[in-house]
């Protein structure tokens, strides 16, 4: 697994996978498993450049192939020394090898390392019990929930706010030796 800028041939990638109904409801959408089009694939690149912009979005790269993305986002390096943080990846079939997790270390590691940050903060659907048990493992407790924020399948769920601080993650890094 290795984070990298986002290149050209990655939309290729992104299409390739299409659109997994599964992992698009881990993020609140109801759609179909089904292709993406040239133009959706095209669309998700100019969001990926324009996000790499301010240095902090990265692509998955497994095998030398686009699997995913993380990035922080709202960092603030100045007063309050935080960001938020979110990562997906774009097969099922990648789900539940680690890839997340390590995923998650690595831009924590640069998070409070390199960036100086105090505190990341995420948000995940209550159903997502995955990505809460990976979140958990890096060190990540929860804050609190939003109530019924997200309707899906005419179903209410919670968003579960998660949060990192510097030294319980320098905590759980040295537990995993990583």
């Not at 998700?44 to 990035?71: P, S, T």
């Not at 990846?89 to 831009?107: A, E, S, Y």
């Not at 924590?108 to 903060?121: E, K, S």
């Not at 579960?160 to 990583?178: A, I, N, W």
């Amino acid at each position: 697994m290795l984070l990298r800028a986002v290149r050209p041939g990655d939309a290729a990638d992104r299409r390739r996978h299409g659109w997994s109904a599964e992992i698009e409801r881990c993020y609140g959408h109801e759609t179909d498993d089904g292709p993406m089009s040239q133009a959706q694939a095209r669309t998700w690149l100019d969001a990926c450049e324009a996000a790499q912009v301010d240095g902090h979005h990265w692509i998955v790269d497994v095998g030398g192939r686009a699997m995913g993305e993380a990035f922080l986002q709202r960092v603030d390096q100045t007063r309050d020394l935080r960001g938020s943080y979110a990562v997906g990846l774009f097969d099922p079939g990648m789900l539940g090898r680690g890839i997340g997790r390590d995923v998650t270390r690595t831009v924590l590691t640069h998070a409070f390392d390199t960036l100086g940050l105090h505190r990341v903060d995420l948000r995940v659907l209550e159903f997502n019990t995955r990505a809460i048990a990976s979140y958990r493992s890096c060190g990540f407790v929860e804050e609190g929930r939003e109530r019924e924020s997200c309707r899906l399948d005419g179903r209410w769920y919670d968003d579960v706010m998660m949060s990192v601080l510097d030294r319980e993650f320098r905590t759980v890094r040295g537990r995993v030796g990583t």
